[in-house]
């Protein structure tokens, strides 16, 4: 496929469940694999744990502050979960995250798929943040998933088989004023997977040990309607105060389900052949991608963070006809 053809084709925009990723499909597809879950608590951690019960794995839910809702268990079991156990965890201590690692492997003696799904945020000009908000964020959003990366991968590597799946943001591809954290540490996060890809990719484990980023979509969580509360907003310049409340309303009306069956999908393995250690936005159809395999493959920048320059320069690599030694130069150039 040409670039120019490649520029024309647009994949369906989706904010609810539709048919290639229809729970139906994927019953039971995941019977016998360890789930874990961060950030189990709210709206995208608990359509998550709905959506990988359908599948059939035994799920491992963590939670920091806020327990999940006592039906969430049975609500699981009911759709087809093995088992379903709860575990306090803050991901941003790496004790915590060796301690959910070991109790998982206790219960399960295995772990087959990790989602870095807890998150914070902290809404506000950079040079009025307290800062240990900033750090804060950077801790759950990144650090934590580094954490529980570094300690499930060599069991995976053990294994030859494991999925990771990182809930980052499209703001981590942007930037977005006023939450720089937030922008900030899931950049960072999308970075982060593939690089881990990367690493595996070249020690020929690939095909059986496949990590992607995300975009969840625009979800009504808690950590959303907290960061477009009037009492958050109103610490924005008043010039921007109007745009961020209208937005919150406009952009936040995606069902978390969409979210949820897209890393079943995934974790199955559906698209680990074009997809894998990329960065994926759940509100393009992922059947429209996938048809899309042999551009996704000659083009190493769709779906990864890069930077682009003028002319067509590389930002990588020898550039062409070689590099060209200067004349030498003596610094600065004139008598002092």
């Known amino acids: 496929m040409s670039p120019s053809t490649t520029a024309q084709f647009v994949p369906r925009f989706r904010t609810d469940v539709y048919p ?14 360890v789930t874990i879950i961060t950030g189990a608590a709210g709206a995208i951690g608990q359509s998550l744990a709905e959506s990988f019960a359908v599948a059939g794995t035994k799920l491992v839910l963590t939670y920091n502050r806020t327990p999940p809702p006592a039906e969430l268990e049975a609500r699981c079991l009911r759709l087809g979960a093995a088992s379903v156990h709860f ?17 998982t492997l206790s219960l399960h ?13 902290a809404l506000g000009p950079l040079h009025t943040l307290e ?14 998933p580094y954490f529980l990366m570094s300690l499930v991968i060599p069991h995976f590597r053990q294994q030859s ?8 943001s499209r703001a981590g591809t942007v930037p977005i004023p006023y939450s720089t954290p937030y922008s900030t540490s899931k950049a960072a996060l999308i970075s982060l997977t593939s690089c ?6 070249i020690d020929g484990l690939g095909d059986k040990i496949h990590f992607y980023s995300l975009h969840p979509g625009g979800i009504k969580s808690a950590m959303t309607k907290e960061k477009y509360s009037e009492e958050s907003v109103a610490n ?29 999908a995934l974790a199955t393995g559906l698209g680990k052949e074009v997809l894998r250690g990329r960065y994926f936005d759940v509100n393009q159809d992922l059947e ?49």
């Open 109 to 121: 003696s295995r772990i087959d798929i990790l989602i870095n799904n807890a998150g914070a945020n």
């Open 196 to 201: 881990a890809q990367k690493e595996i990719d």
């Open 236 to 264: 924005l310049p008043e010039k921007v105060r109007k745009g961020y409340l209208e937005g919150f309303d406009e952009i936040y009306n995606d069902s978390p389900y969409l979210n949820g069956m897209i890393c079943v």
């Open 161 to 168: 088989s494991g999925c990771i799946l990182n809930i980052a």
């Open 87 to 103: 575990i306090k965890c803050n991901v941003a201590e790496l004790g915590g995250c060796q301690s959910l690692v070991d109790q």
């Open 288 to 336: 429209d991608i996938l048809k899309q395999g042999e551009a996704l493959k000659d083009n190493s920048d769709l779906y990864t963070l890069h930077t682009s320059f003028l002319g067509g320069l590389k930002n990588a690599g020898i550039p062409e006809g070689g590099y060209k030694k200067e004349d030498e130069f003596e610094f600065p150039g004139f008598e002092v």
């Open 20 to 33: 290639f990723i229809a729970p139906v499909k994927f019953r039971g597809s995941l019977q016998d694999k």
């Open 131 to 144: 800062p240990n908000k900033f750090v804060d964020a950077l801790a759950v959003n990144l650090t934590g």
